[in-house]
């Protein structure tokens, strides 16, 4: 321990708490894929996200084609996880945990929905209050070679009603309970503690833009 009470530690991994996000993109032959992802953050109206780079999900987006970011409330923890050991592709890539297995209908083994998109070609999931439209932009590998990182344009927002502020563009983050992962745990978020200085509304009430992300 140094002098000033702090530990140091080699964590095998970093995932210190970002949200998880379900990336739906399309399959060569058409077909649906649904991925969990848990390294993702957003500026502007670009998202960035981070994963391996030998399953499905980076064929599809190597493609360069379109993408659905859908964000899952807490409360869809359970189903999540069901996909955390599948894949889309066949054979299984090596690299993959032990126990991962090919899995086509991922919508299916996780019993979520496919809904339509307006603008892109992959599903949205009915399930997630949060799901934004986006093509791709750059895909590029990582320093070590083992996973990739998107950066893709958000081109349409769709949010369930209920974490709406009505009448308003805004996102409710007292109605909005997004699923965090941290050091390989879900939570959800815990109370309010306070709001940014860049808040559109006073108060307990502090409503993120949906057409951005509070920098």
């Known amino acids: 321990m140094t002098s000033d009470g702090h530990l140091r530690i080699e964590p095998r991994i970093l995932y210190f708490g970002t949200p998880v996000a379900l990336l739906s993109t399309l399959n060569g032959d058409g077909t ?3 991925a969990p992802v848990s390294s993702v953050w957003a500026l502007g109206m670009t998202v960035v996200l981070g994963l391996g780079a030998t399953g499905q999900t980076a064929r599809n987006l190597g493609e360069g084609a379109g993408l659905v970011v859908n964000l899952p409330s807490a409360d869809l923890w ?7 050991p599948l894949t889309g592709r066949y054979p299984v890539p090596e690299g993959k945990p032990p126990g991962c297995r090919f899995e ?7 019993g979520l929905t496919a809904q339509e998109s307006e603008l892109v070609g992959p599903p949205r999931v009915v399930e997630c209050p949060l799901q934004l439209e986006a093509v791709v932009r750059e895909v590029r590998p990582d320093g070590s070679g083992a996973h990739v990182v998107v950066e893709a344009e958000v081109v349409r927002v ?8 009505p009448g308003t563009d805004h996102v409710d983050p007292e109605r909005w309970r997004p699923l ?5 745990h879900y939570f959800g978020l815990g109370a309010e503690v306070g709001h ?3 808040s559109e ?6 409503p993120v833009p949906v057409r951005g992300v509070a920098s």
């Open 32 to 34: 649906p894929n649904l």
């Open 78 to 84: 359970e189903r999540v996880e069901r996909l955390a």
């Open 104 to 110: 086509a209908d991922k919508f299916g083994a996780a």
């Open 158 to 165: 769709h949010a369930r009603e209920d974490v709406v502020v």
């Open 180 to 184: 965090v992962y941290s050091f390989r």
């Open 196 to 198: 940014s200085h860049r």
């Open 201 to 206: 509304t006073a108060g307990g009430r502090s």
